[in-house]
């Protein structure tokens, strides 16, 4: 009798895993409680948006990509010189050439700061376990506040403007340019800052071109403002004009390598 309730027990747990996990799924698909995008079209993570369709990346295409003379190699799987964490010391493991997230640690932020710039950044995405479905959730935040969502598109499934590649709760990606799990995908990126007036009043906002795998996925786009869940970014306040590149730790162990960036000069204007 005892081993029948264990069992019973047992199989009783798996079964509200299997449930929380669906929960948590329909979440994921979307939200029409939120705010109106400016289009007037959809919510903040409206679940009916339109997914970008799939495109199949050139092989190899975008990965190791050397730096240019006048970058900052920002990491070369060597150490984390040029970073810091949001709890003291960077401790994300060093492994044959990338950095991994260890999840708890915190996310990481560069030393430095920057505002106009071309950045290269390579990732790849945790196989997931078995019965342990992982969306390899984490993310690129252009001057630590605009984020370019890095997420798995193969077996999760998310809003669109949650996908890998989209300003994360503003603008999906044009098309999914997605490799699979465990293999090396790359971002290419250049962002313009957003620029105020001796006023303060905002000039325009920051804007933000995507290559993911070598594949256009957004161009020029406007950013409405700083990242956030649930919410319609704006730029409520002046921002200061430069910021740090910051990786996310989101739970799951996504990998990163060859990371580098060129600060933009602004031309001479004729």
């Known amino acids: 009798m005892k081993k029948t309730l264990l069992l019973v027990m047992a199989i009783a747990a798996a079964s509200f895993a299997d449930i929380t996990w669906q929960a948590q799924a329909e979440v994921l698909r979307g939200y029409t409680d939120t705010p109106l995008l400016p289009s007037g079209k959809w919510h903040v993570h409206d679940p009916h948006r339109t997914q970008p369709v799939k495109v199949t990346p050139g092989a190899n295409s975008g990965l ?71 969306p390899g959730n984490s993310g690129v935040f252009l001057q630590g506040i605009y984020e370019v969502q890095v997420y798995d598109m193969e077996n999760s499934s998310i809003y669109a403007d949650g996908g890998c590649g989209a300003i994360y709760g503003q603008s999906p990606p044009l098309v999914n340019a997605c490799r699979k799990r465990g293999e090396w995908e790359s971002f290419d990126i250049t962002f313009e800052a957003a620029r105020w007036n001796a006023q303060h009043q905002l000039i325009h906002p920051a804007l933000v071109t995507v290559f993911h795998n070598g594949v256009l996925i957004q161009n020029r786009q406007t950013i409405l403002g700083p990242s956030g869940h649930r919410i319609l970014a704006n730029y409520q306040q002046e921002l200061p004009p430069t910021g740090p590149l910051s990786l996310q730790e989101h739970g ?17 204007k004729p």
Do not use: C
Request: aromatic fraction near 12%.
């Open 252 to 268: 799951d162990v996504v990998r990163y390598r060859n990371i580098w960036i060129r600060q933009i000069q602004e031309q001479d």
């Open 64 to 134: 190791g990509t050397a730096a240019p003379g006048d970058a900052t190699v920002l990491f070369d799987g060597t150490d984390f010189s040029h970073w810091e964490s949001d709890k003291g010391a960077p401790q994300w493991l060093l492994r044959d050439g990338y950095m991994e997230i260890k999840p708890g640690t915190g996310n990481l932020h560069t030393k430095k700061k920057f505002s106009d710039f071309q950045l290269h950044v390579e990732f790849s995405l945790p196989v997931a376990a078995a019965g342990k479905p992982d």
